[in-house]
Nanobody, 120 residues
Framework: QVQLVESGGGLVQAGDSLTLSCAAPEWIFSTYVMAWFRQAPGKQREFVAGILGTRTAVADSVNGRFTISRDNAKNTVYLQMNSLKPEDTAVFSC???????????????WGQGTQVTVSS
């Protein structure tokens, strides 16, 4: 049963911007850390960004280009991605877990993912 629903992926050109959304049930959104991970073809899934209240964490590889935020009224987490590069191409997944951590094993609730493709 899918608890987290991502949207906003697509095909863009290098340098473009894209915003991903992750909608969650209120009981998840109000209780858990929300995070974004991504998995490129042939690579392991990696942490992108996470948010707990007003505290955020962003991977070094996207720091300065990606921003995570949340809308408590909509139970939605966003990932604003600017200056996209071809190496950002991946399936982006939303996750929820008990602590703000970069290890995917600490997250027990996952969305199905949304594809982001950046052409050069």
């Amino acid at each position: 049963q899918v608890q987290l629903v991502e949207s906003g992926g697509g095909l863009v050109q290098a340098g473009d911007s894209l915003t991903l959304s992750c909608a969650a049930p209120e009981w998840i959104f109000s209780t858990y850390v929300m995070a974004w991970f991504r998995q490129a073809p042939g690579k392991q899934r990696e942490f992108v960004a996470g948010i707990l209240g007003t505290r955020t964490a962003v991977a070094d590889s996207v720091n300065g280009r990606f921003t995570i935020s949340r809308d408590n009224a909509k139970n939605t987490v966003y990932l604003q991605m600017n200056s996209l590069k071809p190496e950002d191409t991946a399936v982006f997944s939303c996750a929820a877990g008990p602590s703000l951590h970069t290890d995917e094993r600490t997250y027990s609730i996952w969305g199905q993912g949304t594809q982001v493709t950046v052409s050069s």
